[in-house]
């Protein structure tokens, strides 16, 4: 399967970037259209729709291909990009299931009650799904922001006793102060240092005395390595499995592209293919530690968890 997979992608980026007028509707987003191409017509806004976000391309609305005889007026590698945290968000619970986050969230709850024991309230900025907490909701009491409903009402499927509300972490601001603020892997998608110091001033702005924040980023500058993976899983009479592509970091910068195929199951209709992808971004523990310190963070651990470097930082 994983062979199929990687050969299929390689299909899929060197086809012909055109789609006939017969085949289904997919979401597109109209900043990587060329405006001079004719053959583009906007239709209703679907409804996944998301708020503005330098980091999280519109989700305007779904267009179509009419009969369009110049096909180079679309790029479906940029097009179909975050399709996870807009129409595609159902499936999250089979690519990345909740119980997949257990051992990280123990090792995370471990790490709170050495550095304050009497903790009680967390603020996640960028929670997504909602599953790591789910994984922490019965010890804490949880408040998840994200940018995309798509996923809070993911979230809010998984975690109903939880409190919800849409926020971009670098400008969400609550008048409210938080044991933690916690930060998993949607610190990825901070793709400049700019918005990496919002993000870190928003968690730093929530904290109360003695609090601490928790930024768990998939990997920093010294640990990335490129490659493949794959996965996914089984529900009730649907399936879901994916192949993932890092792309090297590109050269004098420090972001990367991210490539997925999805091949998707529902009840007795055929296994559908759909394409997706991604910008992140890293960082060198060093940056991390400045930034954190210019954010008004002290006492810096880096901590290895499942895998992941953990930052640990005091309010300062």
Request: with cysteine; glycine share 8%.
């Amino acid at each position: 399967m994983f062979a199929d997979a990687t050969t299929l992608m390689l299909e899929l980026q060197h086809q012909k970037p055109f789609t006939p007028k017969q085949e289904p509707v997919r979401p597109c987003f109209a900043e990587n259209f060329n405006p001079e191409c004719s053959t583009i017509k906007p239709v209703q806004p679907d409804r996944h729709t998301l708020a503005d976000s330098h980091d999280m391309p519109i989700v305007v609305g779904l267009r179509e291909v009419a009969d369009a005889p110049d096909a180079s007026c679309l790029d479906w590698r940029t097009i179909m990009t975050k399709r996870l945290y807009a129409d595609l968000s159902e499936w999250w619970p089979l690519m990345s299931p909740p119980a997949d986050y257990a051992k990280e969230a123990d090792e995370i709850d471990h790490l709170i009650s050495e550095a304050v024991p009497d903790a009680r309230r967390i603020l996640e900025l960028g929670s997504g799904g909602g599953h790591l907490a789910a994984n922490l909701k019965a010890r804490f009491d949880m408040t998840l922001v994200d940018l995309s409903p798509a996923m809070l009402a993911v979230s809010k499927r998984l975690n109903p006793d939880c409190r919800h509300l849409t926020g971009d972490m670098r400008t969400f601001r609550l008048d409210e102060s938080f044991d933690i603020v916690l930060i998993h892997d949607a610190i990825m998608h901070m793709t400049s240092a700019d918005d990496l110091a919002a993000a870190l001033a928003t968690a730093r702005a929530h904290l109360k005395p003695g609090g601490i924040g928790l930024f768990c980023p998939d990997c920093t500058l010294e640990s990335y390595e490129p490659g493949t993976s794959s996965g996914g899983s089984d529900g009730q009479g649907r399936g879901m499995r994916f192949l993932e592509w890092d792309q090297p970091i590109r050269p004098g910068d420090n972001r990367y592209r991210v490539d997925l195929v999805y091949l998707l199951k529902d009840g007795d209709a055929p296994v559908r293919i759909e394409q997706d992808g991604d910008d992140f971004a890293v960082y060198a523990q060093s940056q991390w530690l400045s930034m954190l310190g210019k954010a008004g963070f002290s006492g810096v651990e880096l901590h290895l968890v499942s895998g992941r470097e953990v930052f640990l930082a005091g309010a300062a």
